[in-house]
């Protein structure tokens, strides 16, 4: 199965930045999109950001838009770089890969185990 691994997280104060790293192997012909989801405490996970592994089409949470930016290394690694962050940022973020992109949790296939950002007002 798609193997992902996230790094990045870490604690930062309330408009700084910060880029999340995922590593993406045993790919196959169906790993078509990769994406960024978040899960705040006590909340349901929610898409934040995909990318197709191919042409590079984009997607983003209306939340995230012009803050956050995704980006793909020939499908084997997705980032995901973080602007002017807020406290409604503060999550656990999972990278993910699926057949299609899409924002929904429910239409992802794989997903990595997380990587925590807290970001403080």
């Known amino acids: 199965a798609v193997k992902l691994r996230e790094s990045g997280g870490d604690s930062v104060q309330a408009g700084g930045s910060l880029s999340l790293s995922c590593s993406v192997s045993e790919v196959d012909y169906s790993t078509n999109c990769l994406g960024w989801f978040r899960q705040a405490p006590g909340k349901g996970r929610e898409g934040v950001a995909t990318?197709?592994?191919?042409?590079?089409?984009t997607d983003y949470a209306d939340s995230v838009k012009s803050r956050f930016t995704i980006s793909r290394d020939n499908a084997q690694t997705v980032s995901l770089q973080m602007n002017n962050l807020k406290s409604d940022d503060t999550a656990n973020y999972f990278c993910?890969?699926?057949?299609?992109?899409?924002?929904?949790?429910?239409?992802?296939?794989?997903w990595g185990k997380g990587t925590l950002v807290a970001v403080s007002s």
């Open positions: 993910t890969a699926a057949s299609h992109c899409t924002l929904h949790p429910y239409g992802v296939e794989h």
């Open positions: 990318i197709y592994t191919a042409g590079g089409t």
